[in-house]
């Protein structure tokens, strides 16, 4: 069972910046890829970026541009950082590892709020 711990979520007003951080209890190197998702209220859950095992990245086209993953391999630890937020982007953030076919294969977690608001 995977373990995954979202945190680094919180209240910013539109421009501003935060840092999340998923700490799996997997060796994140060695799994096809690690993705970031978010769902928002009354929407379905989205990829918003990954980042595979060889460290190629790709992002959703609503945050190209703004957002940026990295990752801690040595700390099994993957990061978003978001800049430039905008209301559209308030939701509960969630990572997950993800298969060769790249779809998520652990459990959801809590995730962390993110919200956009003046």
């Known amino acids: 069972q995977v373990q995954l711990v979202e945190s680094g979520g919180g209240l910013v007003q539109p421009g501003g910046s935060l840092r999340l951080s998923c700490a799996a209890s997997?060796?994140?190197?060695?799994?096809?890829?690690m993705g970031w998702y978010r769902q928002a209220p009354g929407k379905e859950r989205e990829l918003v970026a990954r980042?595979?095992?060889?460290?190629?990245?790709n992002y959703a086209d609503s945050v190209k541009g703004r957002f940026s993953i990295s990752r801690d391999t040595a700390k099994n630890t993957v990061y978003l950082q978001m800049n430039s937020l905008k209301s559209e982007d308030t939701a509960v953030y969630y990572c997950?590892?993800?298969?060769?076919?790249?779809?998520?294969?652990?459990?959801w977690g809590q995730g962390t709020q993110v919200i956009v608001s003046s």
């Open positions: 997950n590892p993800e298969n060769w076919a790249q779809k998520p294969f652990g459990s």
């Open positions: 997997i060796n994140i190197f060695s799994i096809a890829s």
């Open positions: 980042i595979t095992g060889d460290g190629r990245t």
